[in-house]
């Protein structure tokens, strides 16, 4: 897996709701289910141009939780 930021996943949008959806689901386990339903897994095509190779929805949801935990959901 190579490395990338949140902008190369999401657009700007995206990351206002990913953003929103962490304040809603931060500490309850669904967070990285939603985003990846409701984010991810519709933009998935252009997810992997944007990432040059396949990936896994479910990863990337783990990835950006991961990120906007470290950012204290900002």
Known sequence: MKEFTITDLLTDQEIKRARQMYRRFK???R???E???QLIE???ERI???LGQENDPMFLAYAV???LSQAGGE
């Open 48 to 50: 992997n141009r944007r």
């Open 42 to 44: 519709p933009n998935m």
């Open 31 to 33: 967070f990285a289910a």
């Open 35 to 37: 985003v990846s339903k």
């Open 27 to 29: 500490d309850t386990g």
């Open 65 to 67: 939780e991961y990120i």
